[in-house]
């Protein structure tokens, strides 16, 4: 495999896992891991990059939400924006350090949008628990080499 075809792949299933749509990136960050053949610092970036964009997009619909709620194609579930708002309105931005969780990160990004999270400590927040997250995989799958 090509390194950009690597990389590029790697963002392209970090940037979806990040979304509200299913993907794995952590599978994807672990086995180049262990390949050998590729930086874990810059697997690190992409991954994180494209995982904050992502989260971005959420955080973008978030601010539109209301428009976009009660549509058929919208990809949230009432019960999980609801769930995800009454944790942010509980623990408030710091909640985003719980971005990387499946299941309620995705949520918790629309959420934040939802309800006005300025973008840069949005970004801030995202960005630490996305690249602590991917630390810890590449750590692990670095272990198993």
């Known amino acids: 495999m090509t390194s950009l075809a690597a990389y590029g792949g790697l963002f392209v299933a ?3 896992a990040a979304t509200l749509f299913p993907a794995q990136s952590e599978a994807v960050l672990a086995g180049l891991a262990m390949q050998g053949e590729y930086s874990i610092a810059l697997l690190l970036l992409v991954a994180t990059v494209g995982n904050v964009l992502g989260s971005l997009v ?8 209301e428009r976009f709620r009660d549509r058929r194609w919208f990809p949230a579930s009432p ?14 931005r710091w909640s985003l350090l719980l971005s990387w969780v499946p299941i309620i990160g995705d949520p918790l990004t629309l ?5 006005k999270e300025p973008l840069w400590s949005f ?3 995202v960005g630490f628990a996305k690249l602590a997250r991917y630390i810890a995989v590449a750590a692990a799958a ?4």
Request: cysteine-free; glycine content about 10%; overall charge positive.
């Open 58 to 65: 959420n955080w973008l619909i978030g601010r539109q939400v």
């Open 79 to 92: 019960a999980a924006l609801g769930r995800a708002e009454n944790w942010y309105r509980r623990y408030g």
């Open 142 to 145: 670095q272990s198993f080499v």
């Open 111 to 115: 959420v934040a949008g939802m309800l």
């Open 123 to 125: 970004l801030a927040l």
């Open 14 to 16: 970090a940037f979806l």
